[in-house]
């Protein structure tokens, strides 16, 4: 079974309020709704070859505008305001407003939490 698949159970699982078959839900476990949120949220957000340069920039230089960001890589500011969206979504970058511009700064509380959430992932996978 893939995993899509098992967090679509589990989902449909929790809201009947039973558990998958041979899996039982702690309260502090790492469920497979967890997981699908980790999957589709973060992993999504890193999987882009631009998001990962401006992941990389913003970790460099601390806070950019839009602007600045565009000028690093061969698109128009509107695509990296939309890869910037999906970073935002995934809680990956914060933004704070700087004058008449919006300034992004990496959310590295977020990361850290993320990284924690996939390393019981791994470790739930390896027991």
């Known amino acids: ?8 159970r589990e989902r449909n699982a929790m809201q009947n309020g039973k558990a998958l078959q041979g899996i039982t839900l702690r309260r502090k476990s790492v469920s497979a ?14 999987s882009d070859e631009t998001r990962q340069g401006i992941i990389v ?10 602007s600045d960001l565009a000028a690093y890589f061969n698109v128009g500011r509107p695509t990296v305001s939309h890869h910037l969206h999906v970073l935002r979504e995934a809680k990956v970058v914060k933004a704070e407003k700087l004058g008449k511009e ?18 019981k992932v791994l470790a739930s996978i390896e027991a």
Not at 33 to 40: A, R, V
Not at 57 to 66: E, F, N, R, T
């Open 1 to 8: 079974m893939n995993f899509d698949a098992l967090a679509e």
């Open 33 to 46: 709704e967890n997981i699908y949120l980790f999957k589709t949220e973060v992993l999504r957000a890193l």
């Open 57 to 66: 920039l913003l970790g460099k230089h601390g806070s950019m505008c839009v």
């Open 102 to 119: 919006m300034h992004y700064s990496l959310n590295l509380r977020n990361i850290r939490r993320s990284i924690k959430s996939l390393d």
